[in-house]
């Protein structure tokens, strides 16, 4: 009996872990061909997901899109917070077919069929989906609430992606990404995609940070060298669609 409840819990637990997206992932197939001449990298975590997409060789920014999703059985749902490709797509339901093994995911609807590869599910103390909810400005934090316009910035599986914008108006004002380590209170971006500039890419910044009461306290120095300290909050506590 006993061995018969170890192998149930087991089981429990490997189904979950399969149905689950949290990470990072690549983008390895579209319709049949491998994608090679572009990079499109997609990060799952707290029920929300961003990618961005840059051409191989000049890092040129291609495009990106993100929102909340969820995964149930083989039907993956996505409603988009922005997507600069096709913006008549936020706000509405898109659904695909879905399929989950091991580390790839095949999604499939009326168009196009994707293949994905799972790059990293690591997680770390900074692994969350965050917004933007506070700024030191003359020895003073300015606090804010997030609304239709906001700024994001989603980190899991040792990437993150930063994404500004207004789901209301459908307006895009930039994104950014790449790969993160959070160490010893350093937190380091190596920077490989970037919507504003893509001379940009290849730069890496280093940041002091603080998790404190579950805010993220982030210090350093911009992509332009200006003094920086940012507040942010999980995103799913501080930002509640109505």
Known sequence: MKTVFILLINLILTTAYT???????QLTQRNGEP??????????????FAFGAKESKSNAFLNAAGGTYKLSGNTYTEIRDFDTQTPERIGKTISFSAELIEEYLTLTDDV?????????????SLTHNWVITGRMRDGGVSHNTPGDRRTIKILSGERFQWVAFNSVTKTFNGTGG????????????????????????????????????????????????DPIYEIWSVYKEAFQKE
Do not use: C, M
């Open 19 to 25: 149905q689950s997206l949290e990470g990072a992932w």
């Open 35 to 48: 994608v090679s001449d572009y990079e499109v990298i997609a990060i799952y975590q707290d029920d929300y």
């Open 112 to 124: 196009s069929r994707t293949i994905w590869k799972r790059i990293s599910s690591s997680r770390d």
């Open 178 to 225: 790449g790969i993160y380590t959070a160490i010893n209170g350093i937190y380091t971006e190596n920077i490989t995609f970037f919507s504003r500039d893509a001379n940009r890419v290849g730069a890496s910044l280093k940041f002091e940070f603080e998790v404190k009461d579950g805010a993220w306290h982030h210090k350093g120095k911009s992509s332009k060298g």
